[in-house]
C-alpha cells in the first residue's frame, strides 16, 4: 500500500502562484504531477527523477522539484492562468510512463482554480 498526501491547491487570481506538494509513504525514484480539467482528459505536467521533464504548456511557468529526505515533490506554479484550472494528481512511476500518461501510483487529486 502507498499513501500520496497532496496539498497545496486552492482559488487564485490569473497571474498568481500556488505550490502543490505531495508526500509519499515510502520513497520513490520517479515521481511527478498531471492535471484534468473539466471535460478533459488527464495530462502530463511534470516529473521529476533527478531530471525535470515538463508539459509545453507549463515548461516557461511551473517548476517541479523533490526533497528526497522528506519523500516529496513539489510544484511551484507561477503566474497562472485560467487555463491551468484542473484537478491536479501527484503521481509515482517512471520518465517513460509519465510521458504515455500512466504512473504506478495516483494521488486523490487537488483542485486548483484559477479566475480571470
Known amino acids: 500500500q502507498v499513501d500520496l498526501i497532496e496539498s497545496g491547491g486552492g482559488l487564485v487570481q490569473a497571474g498568481d502562484s500556488l505550490r502543490l506538494s505531495c508526500t509519499a509513504s515510502?520513497?520513490?525514484?520517479?515521481m511527478g504531477w498531471f492535471r484534468q480539467a473539466p471535460g478533459k482528459e488527464r495530462e502530463f505536467v511534470a516529473h521529476h527523477s533527478g531530471t525535470q521533464y515538463y508539459a509545453d504548456s507549463v515548461r516557461d511557468r511551473f517548476t517541479i522539484s523533490r526533497d528526497y529526505k522528506k519523500n516529496t515533490v513539489y510544484l511551484r506554479m507561477n503566474d497562472l492562468k485560467p487555463d491551468d484550472t484542473a484537478v491536479y494528481y501527484c503521481?509515482?512511476?517512471?520518465?517513460?510512463?509519465?510521458?504515455?500518461?500512466?504512473?504506478?501510483?495516483w494521488g486523490p487529486g487537488t483542485q486548483v482554480t484559477v479566475s480571470s
Open positions: 503521481a509515482v512511476g517512471s520518465r517513460s510512463q509519465a510521458l504515455r500518461g500512466s504512473a504506478d501510483y
Open positions: 515510502k520513497p520513490f525514484s520517479g
